[in-house]
Each structure stands twice: as structure tokens, then as C-alpha cells.
């Protein structure tokens, strides 16, 4: 079975699950217990947290521990947006091709605190331009969020050029780097706020972190015990913030090098693919795209239908993001970028992981894909 469905999860990394294991069984203490056993794992907390503000670039105060990227985008974007609405801004900027978590987040803003929520053009690539994000920006503007490299077509943002534009501006930038963490740099692109996921690095479900600066106001959206600063109450996942930090670090270490390879396997996949399938069209940037991602339409097919052709010949690969499983709805980002309804209902996506394949994966694959489409097609 080849498991090319990275985007949507990884699988947990066995040095992240030794580096793990101690908080799950003799480090157990509560971190925010003052006795010698909460002291522990207070300490393995803290130092969880400035691994991961290390890799991202930010302090280790910044650094808020979540239960996943889904979590820390809702905390980015309700939490700066409605901690500026008593001083008068209530103006949100976001692309149509965002994860549900941002789309969601902003229609609750929208719907149940007035809040107005303009929405970025892209191109037929999924890119947002910094001339838009100008033409957006208004004096009410309290958040610009936009994802770093999108979770369908791996679309990356030019994420150096919207933060300069939000900074001489004055407002804050949200960049969910759920997709784009490990497989791009993240410690200097210029945002003041920043979403991660374990799960899709090699921890387990159930972690990520919404890292954010200092100076930008942000409201809790959990109360309670105060952890986290007051920013995100109930008790931390102490296991899963050192698994998060480990996965992260690794990834960073080994970034050159992967994404080399990764990225030279894919090009070869998708230019056998576009090459061998009749009416096969990449969707997403064809440059500036995540290495591992390869998203295709084949028109006069149905996505489904390859995709199980595909497993019955060991192939696990996915119509899109898996937090829109089971809708019977075209994808929303290949609306946005121009596909046209029936065309986007065709889609599949490779995502590959940052293991080692054979030399001829992209060969075989290739052909498993053309067999599948032909068998789709009747």
C-alpha cells in the first residue's frame, strides 16, 4: 500500500514517540501543580515551547500550546479580531481558498458580531497578491489571515510580500502554516501570528500551536485556569507539546534535503501524469507549490471513482482536504480559482510524505494513475 495522503495526516515518527513517551508515563504531573512532579512537566513545557519558537522564529512567550491547527486558526482569527473591537476595528481580510477553520471562523465573526469580512481575489493558481491586500486594507482593519500554502492545491503565498504590506499598514498578519511547516522556512516570514499542526509533521493528532507576537491583543476563546498565559485555559498536553517541538525540529533539520528529493519526484510524477492521461490539468501554481503536493483534475471522470480505482491498486490519495470529507460539494478552493463545477468534482491529490521511495515511484505511480483513469472513465 503507498500512502500518499500526507496533507491530510502523518504518520507519528518513532524518534517523536520516544521523545514522547516519558510525559505519558513517569513525567505525568499536572504543569501547573506546585509540587515536584508538576515542576517536571512544567520544566519539559517550557522547553517544548522554546523549540517551537525557535523554529518559527518568535519568543518562547509567543508560543501558545493548542489541540490542533484547527483550534489555532479559530484562536488567531476570533482571538486578535475580537480583542480589537473595543477600539472600533471590526474589518476582516481573508482569501476564498482558506481552510474551513478560517472561512468558519470568519462567518461566526460576521454573523454574531457585525463583524466585516472582505474577501481577497486569487488567480487561476490560487495566488493573492500584495496589491489586493493593499486595496483591502481599510483604517477598521484588525486581521489580514491568509494560509501560507494551501491544503488542496499547495498554492504557496508570497508571504514575505503580504507581511511587508501588513506591517506598513499596521495590521496584524495571520499565516496558517499548517500545510507549510517542515517543508518551508517559517522563521522569517514577517507575520505576527502563526499556525502549526503535530499531526501533519509526524506527532500525533491532537497538538498544534498558534504562535503570536507579543504586542498583538488577543482574546481567549477557552476560560478557565488561566494556562497559557490566559490565552488558551485547560491543562496542557505536555506529551504532546514535546512531541510537537521534536517533530518540528526534525523536520527543520532535514528540510534541504527532503525537500530536494521530494520535490524533484513530484515534478517527475506530474509531468508523467499531464503527459500519460488525456484531459489531466495540474490545478494550483505549476512553480510555487509545496514539493510533495500534486492536485489533479481529470475531466469526464469522477473524482471518487479514481480514487477508488487507485486503492484497489494500493494507492491511498484523497479529493481534497480531509476536513470536508463526505460533502458532495465541489471544492470551494478550485471554485475560487476558476474551475468550473464539474470540472472541480474530478479532483485528486497526491500528497507525499518525506520518506525515502524507489528510484521509479514516480514511473509506476504514473501508470497506476493512468490505469485508474481509464478504469474510472468505463
Same mark, same amino acid.
Given at each position: ?44 513545557? $517550557? ?23 484547527? *483550534? ?11 480583542? /480589537? ?14 481552510? #474551513? ?5 470568519? %462567518? ?7 463583524? $466585516? ?12 497578491? /500584495? ?87 488577543? #482574546? ?7 494556562? #497559557? ?24 533539520? *532535514? ?53 477508488? #480505482?487507485? *486503492? ?42 518525506? %520518506? ?23
Amino acid at each position: 500500500m503507498l500512502y500518499l495522503d500526507h496533507a491530510a495526516t502523518s504518520p507519528v515518527r518513532p524518534e517523536v514517540l520516544e521523545a514522547m513517551r516519558p510525559y505519558l508515563t513517569g513525567v505525568f504531573g499536572n504543569p501547573s501543580s506546585h509540587h515536584t512532579a508538576g515542576e517536571a512537566a512544567a520544566s519539559a513545557l $517550557d522547553e517544548a515551547r522554546a523549540r517551537v519558537a525557535r523554529v518559527l522564529g518568535m519568543r518562547a512567550g509567543d508560543v501558545v500550546f493548542t489541540a490542533g491547527g484547527t *483550534e489555532a486558526n479559530n484562536l488567531a482569527v476570533k482571538g486578535i479580531v475580537l480583542a /480589537a473591537l473595543e477600539a472600533g476595528r471590526r474589518h476582516l481580510v481573508i482569501s476564498p481558498i482558506e481552510h #474551513e477553520s478560517i472561512l468558519e471562523s470568519a %462567518e461566526y465573526l460576521k454573523r454574531f458580531h457585525s463583524v $466585516d469580512v472582505t474577501l481577497l481575489p486569487v488567480d487561476t493558481g490560487g495566488r493573492i497578491s /500584495a496589491d489586493a491586500v493593499t486595496a483591502a486594507i481599510r483604517p477598521d482593519t484588525a486581521l489580514v489571515s491568509v494560509g501560507h500554502a494551501n491544503n488542496e492545491i499547495g498554492t504557496v503565498q508570497d508571504a514575505a510580500a503580504l507581511s511587508a504590506v501588513t506591517r506598513a499598514a499596521r495590521v496584524p498578519l495571520h499565516l496558517d502554516a499548517v500545510q507549510s511547516a517542515g517543508w518551508l522556512p517559517l522563521h522569517e516570514l514577517g507575520a505576527d501570528a502563526v499556525s502549526i499542526a503535530g499531526h501533519k509533521l509526524g506527532a500525533p493528532k491532537g497538538i498544534g500551536a498558534l504562535a503570536v507576537r507579543g504586542r498583538v491583543p488577543i #482574546e481567549p476563546l477557552l476560560h478557565g485556569g488561566g494556562q #497559557e498565559r490566559g490565552r488558551r485555559s485547560g491543562t496542557e498536553n505536555v506529551a504532546g507539546a514535546v512531541a510537537l517541538a521534536t517533530a518540528l525540529e526534525l523536520a527543520e533539520q *532535514e528540510r534541504a534535503t527532503v525537500t530536494a528529493r521530494v520535490g524533484s519526484a513530484t515534478a517527475r510524477f506530474i509531468s508523467l501524469v499531464l503527459n500519460s492521461v488525456p484531459e489531466a490539468a495540474l490545478t494550483g501554481d505549476a512553480v510555487r507549490r509545496l514539493p510533495g503536493t500534486a492536485s489533479f483534475t481529470f475531466a469526464g471522470t469522477s473524482g471518487e471513482s479514481v480514487l477508488l #480505482e487507485l *486503492e484497489r491498486r494500493g494507492v491511498i490519495s484523497s479529493s481534497g482536504s480531509a476536513c470536508a470529507a463526505g460533502s458532495d460539494e465541489p471544492s470551494h478552493v478550485l471554485l475560487a480559482c476558476g474551475v468550473p463545477a464539474e470540472v472541480a468534482q474530478t479532483s485528486v491529490r497526491f500528497t507525499f510524505g518525506r %520518506e525515502e521511495l524507489p528510484e521509479d515511484a514516480p514511473e509506476r505511480l504514473a501508470a497506476l494513475v493512468a490505469e485508474s483513469v481509464r478504469a474510472a472513465r468505463g
